[in-house]
């Protein structure tokens, strides 16, 4: 069975959204750094709704891609899983506002575990680039878990640990977007 990268290599359509979705990753960082103290309601309402979107993109992907993605139902399981939490963060602000500092853990601490096992493939393939996102990777994990150990120390705590995870997210996903391209333009 093709690894991930080998699969994409052959015929990737839609990588560029990888590539959306590490920019949007990363103007919520951004977001998150120039705004510090605005409200936790605030910050929640944005991650629900950051949580929606990058469900339906990342089903549009799997969906796209799985004719040539050898588990693509693990994508789409993850985009699903994306969506559905935003669904139910929108549904209830004060739910948001409980639960948000442990959703952004464990979702940080899934992306980044997920992240390792791309990067693992990006470097079984070869491709020249594979250390930088497997470090971007584990440093989302690092995040993941300093958010879990100190979810009460305050939201703006939280905040500038959540930013600093969303953008290196953020890098990963673009860093992966153009090791596709590039590794698609080889066909």
């Not at 963060?89 to 601490?109: G, H, K």
């Not at 009460?152 to 290196?168: D, E, F, H, K, W």
């Not at 153009?178 to 333009?185: A, V, W, Y």
Request: glycine share 8%.
């Amino acid at each position: 069975m093709k690894t991930f990268v080998e699969s994409l290599n052959s015929a990737v359509r839609n990588w560029w959204l990888s590539l959306l979705l590490g920019i949007l990753y990363i103007a919520l960082a951004i977001w998150l750094f120039v705004n510090p103290l605005a409200s936790y309601l605030a910050i929640s309402i944005v991650f629900s709704v950051f949580m929606f979107v990058s469900g339906l993109f990342g089903i549009i992907f799997a969906l796209g891609n799985r004719h040539v993605l050898a588990n693509w139902g693990w994508y789409l399981s993850s985009a699903i899983i994306d969506l559905l939490i935003g669904i139910v963060l929108l549904a209830s602000p004060e739910l948001s506002m409980a639960v948000l500092a442990y959703v952004l853990a464990f979702w940080l601490l899934f992306r980044g575990f997920s992240g390792i096992g791309h990067a693992t493939d990006l470097r079984r393939y070869g491709a020249p680039n594979w250390g930088w996102s497997l470090a971007l990777a584990i440093l989302a994990v690092i995040f993941a878990i300093g958010i879990l150990m100190v979810p009460a120390a305050g939201a703006a705590t939280v905040v500038v640990m959540v930013g600093c995870a969303l953008l290196a997210v953020g890098i990963f996903r673009i860093l992966v977007a153009f090791e596709l391209r590039r590794l698609h333009k080889l066909q």
